[in-house]
Structures are given as structure tokens and as C-alpha cells.
């Protein structure tokens, strides 16, 4: 028999949905951050958190001796940023800190692995080649599913040097790393399954956000690094972050505490960017994400096979979101499973009324 929307109407469905979000969040963030010293780890990671969670030094300098966690709490969240030494470098104990970390963290979690190498570098070279070595046999290759590779400097690699076709010369360079990358992590025994979805993020400098393939290359890692995570840490990351996401169609902001929040985040501190404006491709991935774990608490309140249907969700909240979800239910489409073809925009158009409506 199908389960039917509570009686009491959108109030339960609104208190059903934050229980079911809330024990879906963890409340923290565990991202690891590492690579060789002087590629811009610190300066990175900060800029994608949006704030100076991991101490920046001088290029060259090594400011990281040893495994080091920062902690710091973003909208309720405990993001924890673990900053590696240089693995690379030959001069510490790499394993004997990584398995310190692995003992410090959770079960050993890492909820994102962020492995950066400069862009700018003439080849693959045995350090980095170790370092992603070392990190395999300490965490497993399961680590690669939470992985993501940022190729630093990339904004270095963005005029040929022979005076010849520049979108050319880059896209050749970042075709070099993608092979060199894969291939080795083919040799070291990581399947290809996970090898075959690891992001490839050319990152370049804050104040120079746009790079020959893309406009904002900070908007481009950060729906990578939502894509490699959990549900749960994805609501985490969603949460710290969604002051500052900006979306294609500015008129989707029905809040203005969100526009307000976004103006003021990081006020004095230029070190770390203010906005990530998401395009389109970008904004359907996010919002298709958070359709399928809402669709899971669909599945836990209504049966929607034969039963509830969308519009009835959405005719319901409507008594209390009126100028949100108004629009919404002209289009009567009904939830079938996971078929999504013909229905995606109305349907993530909901979700994102819904992550608007419930504060998510």
C-alpha cells in the first residue's frame, strides 16, 4: 500500500525532509590537500572553502613539516583541512605521517583528496609519481574515488612560447598530464573503473579566474570536488558554499539573506574569492545530484510508483512557499523512478525551490 504525504500537509513534509537532511549531513568536512612544497596547495584549498583555513607561505618555503590539520567551523560545519608535507621531497617519513592521519581521521575517512601538481612543470616526475605511490598504499585505491587532481599554474600555460596557436598549446599541455596521470595510476594497480572518473582540474590564480576552456576555473573544481563526494559531505559542502554559489539565472534567488550573505562573505579578506558563479552545465549537475537524494526521501515519505505524484507534493507547499513554488506546478509531471529525460528542468527547478524553501 502506498504511504501517503502526512496529513498534517507541507509542515510535516518540511519537518520529515530537515530530519532526513539532517542525518544525512555529518556536520564535517575532511579534505586532504597535498603535493609537492610551493605548488599552491594552501592558497587553493582556502579559495575553495572561502576561507584562510590552511596557511600560505612563500613559494619554495617549506611551511608544512608535517601532517598539520586546521580546523575551523563554516555555517555549522567543522571543516577540517589536513595540509600534507611535501610527500614528494624525500625529507620526512611519508608513510609514518600519512598513517598518523589515517589514524586521526574518522575510520580513516578523507571525505575529498585534493592532489595538486603544477601545470607548469616540464614533466611527470618520480616525486610526484612516489607521492601517489605512498598515498595508494596507505589509503587504498579507494581513495582516488574521493580524489581529485588540480593542475596548478595553469594560467602559465596559456600563450605558446613558439608564437603559435594558444588554445592549441593548452590544450595539448593539459592532454600531456590527463595521459601521463591515468597511465600511471593504471601502473600502480588502481582500477579503471576509478581511475577512468578522476577529475582533472586545471586551477590557475585567484585573481586571474578564467582560463582558455573555461571562465572560472574555482566554479570547475568545485562541482568536481561535489560530483567525487558523498551525499551526505556533499549537503556539508553545499552548506558552507551556498553563500557564495551564484547561479546563471540570477532571478532563482528568491532569498535575499543569500545575496545579502554572499556580498559580505570574506569582507577584508581578498585572499579568497567572494563568488562561484555556476553555468548551466554546472547548475544541472548540482541540482540533479540534490534530486536524487531527495528523490531517496521521496521514496521514504510516498510511494511514487501508482501513488503521490509531484504535482500533489508541490500543490501542498504551495499553501506556505506560494511565491516559490507557484510557478512550479503548471507543468502536471508525475515522478516516475529514475527517469529523468523530458522532465530534468522542472524537476531540478523544484529541487532548488525546495533547498531555497527548507534553507539547504
Known sequence: MAKKLPEKGPESLKAAFLKWSSEKRQDRLSILITGKTGVGKSRLVNALVGERVAKEGRAGSAFTDSITSYCTQIYGVEVVVWDSPGLQDGTYNEELYLQDMKTKLSGGRVDVMIYCISMADTRFYDADKNAMRTLTEVFGSKLWKSGVVALTFANLKTE??????????????????????????????????VRQEIPIVPTGDYKKIKLPECEDWLSDLWIKCFDVMSISTGLDFYQISESRLKYPDSSTDTTSAAAA???????????????????????DGL??????????????VITVAGGQSIPRILKSTRQVYPSVIGTLISKPVGLGNEDLDGKTRYLMGWTK???????L
Open 261 to 283: 550573505a554572499r556580498s559580505s562573505v570574506n569582507e577584508g579578506n581578498e585572499a579568497t574569492p567572494r563568488e562561484i558563479p555556476l553555468n548551466e552545465e554546472q547548475e
Open 160 to 193: 605558446d612560447p613558439d608564437g603559435e596557436d594558444d588554445l592549441t598549446y593548452y590544450l595539448g599541455e593539459k592532454h600531456f598530464w590527463e595521459k601521463a596521470i591515468i597511465d600511471f595510476l593504471a601502473s600502480i594497480g588502481v582500477e579503471l573503473e
Open 287 to 300: 541540482l540533479r545530484r540534490m534530486w536524487r537524494a531527495f528523490l531517496e526521501f521521496c521514496g521514504a
Open 353 to 359: 525551490a525546495q533547498l531555497v524553501c527548507f534553507n
